[in-house]
């Protein structure tokens, strides 16, 4: 049987990760890459990764993605450009049109009926007519303030309040969540880009709220949203960003879903770079309100980037033999930490063999 054959678009935090920890899985290959940094352009993956080759056939980074998936069949395209639905659409649109399947980690992706149902229906209409699946997952949303209290919920009778609580770091990931979180910039320009719309700080928390609502059958009237600037007192560097003392770490950001006046889902969220530099402690945190209540910790936090690279890793295969449409990590198996052949749950019963 085939391995399963998959190809990247984006190379940089995030894409790196997902091509080097599938790199190191049984029964899957990375066959093409796609970015358009031109410092990757032409350059073999291995040696970018700084892995050696083996006796893997070369893959050397591409600027075109008709090229990526020109080399048939490709199983499924890991999308880790963007975070927009608006934005990563039309990517999605040309892969699928190829006949390949998607998985993305764009924070909007991961409900995108939220904020865009009428793109969302076009995705599921192309996805159905080209006989593909396509996903939104990721850490955040994806997993920790979403995912995992709709699992907990399973061991209630009765929810009354959804209160979810990621206190993270914001230094694994790239220049695209740097910019989106305006690290380094000064409070002029945060409150500039606050008040203009063009700081995005964290996307998500209207996925996050529509997905729980929806698992859960509590509905809300409004979603209302704070952004607070975490100002740092010292310089700080992480491998992406950088602050001096006085300008923008982080982004502290709060939302509540309110029935009427009444809240029932909270969600909070400080993210910032280099935080045990000023002995901020990170944890997740969920608590359930309800028949039985439930809390729980998780100290530190669980890692951002290593998350995200493992949730889009543990999620491809699922994905491949997924149904037909677009899905949302409500519509997939429970997630696991694949570390046996991916062509086992890709391609069962030796489908595509
Ligand atoms: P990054 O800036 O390090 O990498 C993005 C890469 O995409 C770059 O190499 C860039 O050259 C490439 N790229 C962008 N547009 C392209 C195009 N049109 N064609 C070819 N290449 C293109 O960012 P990252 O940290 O890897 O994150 C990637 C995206 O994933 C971000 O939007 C981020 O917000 C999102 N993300 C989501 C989660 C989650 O939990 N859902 C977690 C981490 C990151």
Redesign the pocket.
Known sequence: MRNVRVAL????????GIGQTLLSRKGVEVVSV????EG?VGKSIYEILNIPQGDRPQVQVV?D?HQALADKPVDCCVI????FVKDVFP?IEAVVKEGVNVLT???EM?YPAAQEPELAAKMDALAKEHGVSIL???????LMMDLLAVCLSGAMTEVTHVRCERVNSLSP?????MQ?QGIGITVEDFDRGVQDGSLAGH??FHESAAMIAKALSIPYDSLQQQMLPIITEVDRKSP?GFAAKGHIAGVNMTAQALQGDQEVISLIHPQQIEPEQVGVDTGDYITLQGTPPIDMAVKPEVN??L??IA?ACNCLPFVVAARPGLLTMLDLPVPRCVMGDYREIAFPEGRHA
């Open positions: 678009w984006g190379f940089g935090a995030m894409g790196k796609c970015d358009r940094y990757y600027n993605i880790a450009t963007d975070s990517k980690i764009a924070e991961s939104g997952t990721g850490i955040n949303p994806g990931f790239g220049a695209t969540v989106e996307v998500g992406h951002g980037g998350g995200t949730m």
